[in-house]
């Protein structure tokens, strides 16, 4: 079956450190991948995406992701993380390039001042 | 442009009760999604809808769950009778529809079942 697994249920962070949250799914099919954050008491947004391209996508607010295909990952980095970063993070992928999103369990980031 | 609104946003109902959630998605958006997040795991996706017609809902119980999409815009959400572990966030989103589109969430319906 098709998953998607986030290692890392909990990830503490100094403010101003960088971070890295990890994300592998399990097949090396044709893929869309996407990361999304949930902040306290809000909705899941949309943080990236990768379609097509270039394998390193960045979203507004410094984080990027590097798709790499041969290691079937997607993590998501920032170099230099804020109070506000504090929240949690789902990766999620379409495979066959199909609709539907298959999420992983998410990765609860918190910076601590 | 208004978001994906979603309603009621907490419901509290005994086991074997039945209940309704509600979804209004972004206007023009022809896929809705409805999503079943158990605390402490990712979104599972329960039923797809392109307009009116259902394009996937092989993870949908659908020994106590049903849902409907009239006139391809709102949609509903039932669970009759509910089981203590359907205790979740009931998630509806939408997208314009088509591969690598972004889906679009709303702010959940949390359902406590005692």
């Known amino acids: 079956a098709q998953s998607v697994t986030q290692l890392d249920s909990q990830v503490p962070v100094f403010e101003e450190a960088p971070v890295e949250l990890r994300c592998n799914y399990s097949?090396?099919?044709?893929?869309?991948l996407f990361w999304y954050v949930q902040y306290p008491n809000q909705g899941l947004q949309l943080l990236l995406k990768?379609?097509?391209?270039?394998?390193l996508v960045e979203s507004i607010n410094g984080f990027e992701a590097e798709f790499n295909k041969s290691q079937t990952s997607f993590h998501l980095r920032k170099p230099s993380v804020h109070i506000s970063d504090t929240a949690e993070y789902f990766c999620?992928?379409?495979?066959?390039?199909?609709?539907?999103?298959?999420f992983g369990p998410g990765t609860r980031l918190s910076v601590l001042p | 442009e208004a978001g994906v609104a979603q309603s009621p946003r907490y419901k509290i109902i005994e086991k074997r009760q039945s209940v309704a959630f509600w979804c209004n998605p972004i206007?023009?958006?022809?896929?809705l999604y409805w999503y079943q997040q158990i605390l402490g795991q990712g979104p599972k996706l329960l039923i797809q809808?392109?307009?009116?017609?259902?394009?996937?809902d092989s993870q949908l119980p659908k020994d106590r769950f049903s849902a409907e999409r009239l006139k391809g815009v709102d949609s509903t959400l039932k669970i009759q009778p509910a089981k203590l572990e359907d205790s979740a966030v009931y998630l509806c989103?939408?997208?314009?529809?088509?591969?690598?589109?972004?889906?679009?969430f709303g702010p959940g319906t949390r359902l406590l079942v005692l």
């Open positions: 989103a939408s997208s314009l529809g088509g591969v690598g589109k972004t889906q679009y």
């Open positions: 097949s090396s099919v044709s893929v869309y």
């Open positions: 990768y379609l097509s391209g270039s394998t």
């Open positions: 999620a992928v379409t495979f066959n390039y199909g609709q539907n999103f298959v």
């Open positions: 206007s023009g958006h022809a896929t």
């Open positions: 809808f392109q307009n009116n017609g259902v394009v996937d």
